[in-house]
Nanobody, 113 residues
Framework: QLQASGGGLVQAGGSLRLSCAASGINFRLYTMNWYRQAPEKQRERVAT???????NYTESVKGRFTITRDNVRRTLYLQMNSLKPEDTAVYYC?????????WGQGTLVTVSS
């Protein structure tokens, strides 16, 4: 199970940190992802952190977002800085474990201009 939190309303240029708490899986073994889905758009992968700590990002958030993971606390984070109105979306954490996809319930991020 994945439980996301930390969304909210922020002005453009502001920051938010999302968290995703994992339970029921051997967290440290799996690649973890953050996705987002804006209104009337397809869900897109925003950032990935592999089990060995390698990270990658979609081009539009490079240099502004940072994905990290705490394998002891079994928690995934997304630090979002310099937020823009186009970052407004529901953000989901995700992993594929035991041959199935796990999704958090989503947390809404709204960036006002």
């Amino acid at each position: 199970q994945l439980q996301a939190s930390g969304g909210g309303l922020v002005q453009a240029g502001g920051s938010l940190r999302l968290s995703c708490a994992a339970s029921g899986i051997n967290f440290r073994l799996y690649t973890m992802n953050w996705y987002r889905q804006a209104p009337e758009k397809q869900r897109e992968r925003v950032a990935t952190a592999t089990s060995d700590g390698t990270t990658n990002y979609t081009e539009s958030v490079k240099g502004r977002f940072t994905i990290t993971r705490d394998n002891v606390r079994r928690t995934l984070y997304l630090q979002m800085n310099s937020l823009k109105p186009e970052d407004t979306a529901v953000y989901y954490c995700n992993t594929i474990a035991y041959s199935r996809a796990f999704w958090g319930q989503g947390t809404l991020v709204t960036v006002s201009s």
